[in-house]
């Protein structure tokens, strides 16, 4: 039963893009929030990046002026823009909804690796 999938992480040097997506099975619009977060080894998940159904949107710290969440609701997809990238933003990145985090749903993740 796969609700969401992530994708588009990859091998990327420092100060380089890359572009995330994550699929929904239900619609998006339906969410309250939709959410990327992500998790390194030996590190606890953290939440990177927001948006609400409004539009409104809100990044942790370290990612603030370098990452754009945003979603595009005919394809059913949010996005998490990643620029000037860091080897501290090695981890594997997960989107989620309210709905689905509350149910301890997670899906795969995409692993993003920056090198120095």
């Known amino acids: 039963q796969v609700q969401l999938v992530e994708s588009g992480g990859g091998l990327v040097q420092a100060g380089g893009s890359l572009r995330l997506s994550c699929a929904a099975r239900?619609?998006?619009?339906?969410?309250?929030?939709m959410a990327w977060y992500r998790q390194a080894p030996g590190n606890q998940r953290e939440l990177v990046a927001v948006?609400?159904?409004?539009?409104?949107?809100n990044y942790a710290d370290s990612v603030r002026g370098r990452f754009t969440i945003s979603r595009d609701y005919a394809q059913n997809t949010v996005y998490l823009q990643m620029n000037s990238l860091k080897p501290e933003d090695t981890a594997v990145y997960y989107c989620?909804?309210?709905?689905?985090?509350?149910?301890?749903?997670w899906g795969q993740g995409t692993q993003v690796t920056v090198s120095s």
């Open positions: 989620n909804s309210e709905r689905w985090r509350t149910q301890q749903y």
């Open positions: 239900d619609s998006i619009l339906s969410f309250k929030s």
């Open positions: 948006i609400t159904s409004g539009g409104a949107a």
